[in-house]
């Protein structure tokens, strides 16, 4: 499965945005699709992630509350709602899936097998 991410841009302090993730080649019936950011000199950081089948989800401390993720059947697509950014949510956003996912095992990068290409987000002060 190939994924598009979209959705980035330059917001405000206090702003949102809202991120999509499609996949082309088939659908996300029986896959986990997460979300990441990378910071320039940081590492790949978990933000959340949705399994397909029951919509469980997992998401990283940081942003409870302020992220939402969800998904959409009929457009087969994952968003990632975000809230009250912060300059420090700057970064490029990536959307990963993978098949097989276990619950215990959605934060960790290295279980996604297909990435999008990433979106930029920049939070201004």
């Known amino acids: 499965v190939q994924l598009q991410a979209s959705g980035g841009g330059l917001v405000q302090a206090g702003g949102s945005l809202r991120l999509s993730c499609a996949a082309s080649?088939?659908?996300?019936?029986?896959?986990?699709v997460g979300w990441f950011r990378q910071a320039p000199g940081k590492e790949r950081e978990f933000l959340a992630a949705?399994?397909?089948?029951?919509?469980?989800?997992a998401y990283a401390e940081p942003v409870k509350g302020r992220f939402a993720i969800s998904r959409d059947n009929l457009r087969n697509t994952v968003y990632l709602q975000m809230i009250s950014l912060k300059p420090e949510d700057t970064a490029v956003y990536y959307c990963?899936?993978?098949?097989?996912?276990?619950?215990?095992?959605?934060?960790?990068?290295?279980?996604?097998?297909?990435w999008g290409q990433g979106t930029l987000v920049t939070v201004s002060s």
């Open positions: 080649g088939r659908t996300f019936r029986g896959y986990t």
């Open positions: 949705i399994r397909w089948s029951d919509r469980a989800t």
């Open positions: 990963a899936s993978s098949q097989g996912i276990i619950i215990s095992n959605m934060k960790n990068p290295t279980a996604y097998r297909n």
